[in-house]
């Protein structure tokens, strides 16, 4: 059986402070972090 990684977040979860926090540097030097892009659409009305 093939497990497919997705990305998952608890339900519960504030996905705001939760993904704005750093990692510890226990963290980075065992690899367990994430690098996260936040993408923001800022829409301007032309007229």
Do not use: C, F, R, W
Request: without cysteine; charged residues 35%.
């Amino acid at each position: 059986m093939i497990k497919k990684k997705q990305p998952t977040v608890a339900p519960g979860m504030d996905d705001q402070e939760e993904l704005n926090a750093s990692a510890t540097e226990k963290e980075v030097e065992d690899g367990e972090y994430t690098s996260v892009t936040t993408l923001s659409y800022d829409e301007v009305d032309p007229s």
